[in-house]
C-alpha cells in the first residue's frame, strides 16, 4: 500500500471515502460490497482526517489492505486538542483559557484545514458519516453521489433515521449537525457557563462552509443514500439496510477463542461489577481465560498523562488481569488481523453490541445494562 501523499495517478478513482475512525472503513466497505463491486479498494481512496490513534490504526489498516490513503489534518482544531488538554487534568482556570484561546483561533484553522482537500480530484462517490469535519471537507471535494454511513451509536442518539424519513436527507443531516452543538455521545457537555458557551459555538462549521455544503447536498438530494444498521431498507426514502454481508462473509471462517473478554468502559467504570460476572463465568467455565480490552479513550489518554496511564493500569491489575492489546478496534481486529472473537463478552451497552450479535451469534454477550 501506498501513502499517495498528494496525488499522483489518482485519475482512476471513482469513490473516496472520508474516515476519521476505523469502523468507518468498515461501513464503507460494507457500502460498496453492497453495490456488488469486486475488487474495490483499486477503485477506491481513503481520506484520513485527524491525527490521533484512531487515524493511526486506520493507516495500519489500508496499508495491510492495499488500500490506497491521503491523510488531512482535522479543519475541527478545538476537538483534536482538548482531548490531550482534559487527560492532563489542568486546574480549572488554565483549561478555560486554553478553551478561549482554541475559540479565537479556531475559525482560520477550519478554513486552512478544509482547504488542503481541493487538491483531492472529483469523484462519482463519496462515502462518509455525517460528523462536522468531515462535512467540511466535503465541501470542498466534487463529487455527484453522496452515501451517508452511520457513524456510530450517534445515528440512533441523534435520530438521523426518524428524520431522514420525515424530511428528507438535507434536514436530516442539519439536525444531526445541529445535535452535535449539544452533546457527544458517550461524553458529557462542560456544564458551565463559560465552557458551556465554547463547547456549543466551536461544534459548528463556518457559516459559509456549511452554506457550501449544503448547496452541493441540494443538487443532488435525489440520488443521496442512507446506508445504516439502524433501519430496514424503504426505497422510497433512499434507505439501505446494512445487512453486514462483508463482515460476515469474513468472521465466518474464524472460530471463537477461549476467553473471557471484558470490554472496557471510559476510566473503568464498570470494572468492579463486569469483573464479578466475568469470573462466574470463569468458575463454570474453567477452561476460559480472562482478558480485558482498554476503551480507545483511555488509550489515547494514556499516551498523553503518565499519571492517568498509571491508574488505569492500576486498577487492571488489582483484579489479576491480562491486558490484550488491540491493534485498531474490536472490529477491524476480528475481521482483519489475527484475533478471533471470544466465547463470552462482557460489556457496556455499547453499539459493539448489534455488530457482534449479528456477525457472530455463538459469541453470548453479557451487557452491563442487562445485569443491572
Known amino acids: 500500500m501506498v501513502d499517495i501523499s498528494w496525488l499522483k495517478n489518482l485519475k482512476d478513482k471513482s469513490n473516496l471515502i472520508l ?71 489542568l486546574p480549572s482556570f488554565l483549561l478555560n483559557l486554553m478553551r478561549a484561546i482554541l475559540y479565537l483561533i479556531r475559525i482560520p484553522f477550519w478554513f486552512w484545514g478544509a482547504s488542503r482537500a481541493k487538491k483531492l480530484q472529483a469523484f462519482e462517490l463519496i462515502i462518509m458519516d455525517s460528523w462536522r469535519d468531515k462535512c467540511a471537507i466535503a465541501s470542498k471535494v466534487n463529487w455527484k453521489q453522496l452515501a451517508i454511513i452511520d457513524g456510530g451509536a450517534s445515528t440512533v442518539t441523534f435520530n438521523l433515521v426518524n428524520n431522514w424519513v420525515k424530511s428528507g436527507p438535507s434536514h436530516a443531516i442539519e439536525k444531526y449537525l445541529d445535535y452535535q452543538t449539544l452533546s457527544r455521545p458517550g461524553r458529557v457537555r462542560p456544564s458551565g457557563t463559560f465552557s458551556g458557551f465554547i463547547a456549543k459555538q466551536v461544534s459548528q462549521m463556518p457559516q459559509i462552509m456549511h452554506k457550501n455544503f449544503f448547496n452541493k447536498i441540494k443538487h443532488s438530494e435525489k440520488d443521496i443514500e442512507l446506508f445504516t444498521s439502524y433501519s430496514e431498507s424503504l426505497e422510497s426514502k433512499n434507505i439501505i439496510h446494512n445487512s453486514l454481508s462483508y463482515s460476515c462473509s469474513i468472521l465466518k471462517s474464524k472460530s471463537l477463542s477461549q476467553n473471557i473478554l471484558i470490554v472496557g468502559c471510559t476510566e473503568l467504570d464498570f470494572l468492579p461489577l463486569q469483573y464479578d460476572v466475568a469470573k462466574n463465568l470463569q468458575l463454570k467455565n474453567p477452561e476460559l481465560s480472562l482478558s480485558i480490552i482498554l476503551h480507545p479513550t483511555d488509550l489515547d489518554k494514556m499516551e498523553y498523562s503518565q499519571n492517568y496511564k498509571s491508574s488505569i493500569l492500576e486498577k487492571v491489575q488489582s483484579y489479576n488481569l491480562n491486558i490484550i492489546e488491540i491493534k485498531s478496534s474490536l472490529e477491524v481486529d476480528m475481521l482483519f488481523y489475527e484475533f478471533n472473537p471470544p466465547r463470552h463478552l462482557v460489556t457496556y451497552n455499547s453499539s459493539f453490541i448489534s455488530w457482534i450479535q449479528r456477525i457472530a451469534p455463538l459469541v453470548q454477550v453479557h451487557v452491563i445494562d442487562e445485569i443491572n
Open 19 to 89: 474516515a476519521s475512525k476505523p469502523l468507518d472503513i468498515i461501513n464503507a466497505y460494507e457500502y460498496i460490497y453492497h453495490s456488488g463491486k469486486i475488487n474495490f479498494s483499486e477503485d477506491t481512496l481513503v481520506c484520513i482526517i485527524g491525527s490521533g490513534r484512531n487515524q493511526q490504526s486506520i493507516r495500519e489498516l489500508c496499508k495491510s489492505l492495499n488500500q490506497d490513503y491521503v491523510q488531512l489534518p482535522s479543519p475541527d482544531l478545538y476537538y483534536s486538542i482538548l482531548p490531550k488538554l482534559l487527560a492532563k487534568k
